[in-house]
């Protein structure tokens, strides 16, 4: 019996989940990431493969490098913050194959509250 690949797993959601959206230049895309030690969040424009805003809990607005759902939620109001000074404000949200709990959730529930509209 063979035993489970979380990351294969994550990575197969993942790949499902970006066959069926996609950001373009009216409505791009929020990425977001999570590594055992940051969170990261992108606005990006998939048609012309740029990233328009960023942020992460390296960001000195953020203060604190930790991956839980605090610096989660101040990464979302953070990077809601940027997207309205580019003049973004309604995007896609990609949840990068992450089930929609927790650290996620808080990112997203961050940023709606501070003005970004998906």
Known sequence: MSQLNRKNIR?????????????????????????????????????AGKTLVSASTLDKEVGTHKASEETAAKVGALIAKRAKDAKVNTVVFDRGGHIYHGKVKALADAARENGLEF
Do not use: C, T
Request: proline share 5%; glycine share 2%; no cysteine.
């Open 11 to 47: 990575a197969k959601v993942r790949f499902r989940i970006r066959k069926k959206l996609s950001g373009s230049p009216e409505r791009p895309r929020l990425a977001v990431h999570f590594s055992n030690k940051n969170v990261y969040a992108q606005v990006i424009d998939d048609l």
